[in-house]
């Protein structure tokens, strides 16, 4: 059956012109045909979604195709330009295509020579494809390795600091156990000093030269001890077993045996139990907020190592109280929630330095040095060890002249230390 010159051809048969030029009218690609003079003879229909000309507009436009370029690209394909008019083949030069409405699109060109059958240039063929999402995903995976790359620099470094916390640790580890050790060994020959020296002194009448040097050196002595107590507090493992008992009774306690100290300084210790006042200083974090939501109690349970509890207790009142002055007060305050119990220490004094804050917790760090007999600066170490080794917190916020606050977060329960 013969075809006419509308109807499809089939297989087999010669196709006719047109049908070539359909073909190329049809093809999605942005397809020119241009003269060995780099003339533009052809532009297909898909010029328009790419620049939003027609083929009419870019067949009498002037130096065809440099008006439809970004003004950036355009010395690159008026290069490419000469290039496929001397006869060069290149595939995927990107570049930017402009729109009439003055948007942009990522493309790219190729181009090839085209010759009839007697071996005579035509010209060259070009062809443009949109590589919008192209360009645009590969932008993005540009923007994500960059970010890859910068999360292993971060993790690579914080390795590396974390394998020096290591080796640090594991420094300061073996001197703790050297502190404790001589602490303990100090201690022997301290109590022989302090016997002998108690019955050197009490066969000594009052009247002889120098007998009221022998209390400064009692005192001296007794401040030793105490310094080699602190040191092998600091770094011995704890000794004490979980046990339940009141957490108001400890406070209680606690405030009694410091009764003392504040009676001579003249400064009142008072306690409240099961306030949810998160105190006056300090500004707890939101996941401890929210845990002291839950119900209080008056005289609350804990399961925690009753001894190392009043210790903390007495070395935070302690430091409260020698803060103060004469006349002012020290509050303590205790809450409980299912899982936690919170204890907060304010007093009214002078209050830390801000340069200072965050060195109190560290060993022979101390803001008293200026009193005789005080400011080793060991109790806050001893106290910090104590209750991250319950499992639990220590928290302090400080003004200048207007008090300091420790709060206390610890487990209500000690679990696998009972008994």
Not at 116 to 135: N, T
Not at 285 to 301: F, I, K, L, R
Not at 359 to 380: A, H, N, R, Y
Request: hydrophobic residues 35%; proline residues 4%; negative net charge.
């Amino acid at each position: 059956m013969k075809h006419t010159s509308d109807s499809t051809p089939q297989r087999g048969e010669p196709i006719p012109e047109h049908f070539f030029r359909l073909i190329s009218d049809f093809t999605y690609d942005w397809e020119s045909w241009l003269s060995c003079d780099g003339e533009v003879l052809w532009v297909n229909q898909a010029v328009a979604r790419f620049t939003g000309y027609t083929p009419e507009e870019c067949l009498t436009m002037d130096d065809y195709p440099i008006p439809l370029v970004a003004p950036e690209d355009r010395s690159r394909i008026a290069r490419c330009v000469d290039e496929g008019s001397g006869g060069s083949t290149a595939n995927n030069v990107e570049f930017r295509a402009l729109h009439r409405d003055g948007s942009q699109c990522w493309c790219a060109v190729s181009w090839q020579p085209m010759i009839d059958a007697s071996g005579q240039s035509l010209g060259f063929r070009a062809s443009v494809r949109d590589i919008s999402e192209k360009k645009q995903m590969r932008e993005q995976l540009y923007l994500h390795n960059e970010h890859l790359e910068q999360l292993v620099q971060e993790r690579t470094v914080r390795i590396a600091n974390l394998e020096q916390h290591r080796l640090k640790m594991e420094k300061l580890a073996a001197l703790g156990e050297l502190a404790a050790g001589v602490a303990h060994e100090i201690n022997n020959p301290l109590a022989g000093i302090r016997n002998a020296f108690a019955l050197f002194k009490r066969n000594l009448p009052k009247q002889a030269k120098h007998y009221d040097k022998l209390e400064l050196i009692d005192n001296e002595i007794e401040r030793i001890s105490g310094i080699t107590h602190q040191m092998y507090q600091l770094y011995r493992p704890s000794q004490q077993r979980a046990s339940t008992f009141s957490l108001k009774q400890a406070i209680d306690e606690a405030i009694t045996l410091a009764l003392p100290m504040s009676r001579k300084a003249k400064v009142k210790v008072v306690a409240s139990f099961g306030s949810n006042d998160a105190g006056r200083l300090a500004n707890p974090s939101q996941d401890v907020t929210q845990q002291t939501a839950g119900a209080a109690s008056d005289n609350p349970t804990v399961v925690l190592r009753e001894g190392e509890l009043k210790q903390v207790l007495l070395n935070l009142i302690h430091n409260a109280i020698q803060a103060s002055e004469a006349g002012d007060q020290v509050e303590v305050a205790a809450r409980t929630d299912e899982k936690h119990a919170f204890i907060t220490v304010t007093d009214h004094g002078h209050g830390i330095a801000t340069h200072v804050i965050g060195k109190i917790f560290d060993p022979f760090f101390s803001t008293k040095t200026e009193t005789v007999g005080q400011g080793m600066g060991l109790g806050l170490s001893v106290t910090r060890g104590i209750i991250e080794a319950m499992e639990g917190t220590i928290e302090v916020a400080s003004e200048p002249n207007v008090g300091t606050e420790f709060v206390v977060r610890l487990p209500r329960r000690l679990e696998g230390d009972c008994r």
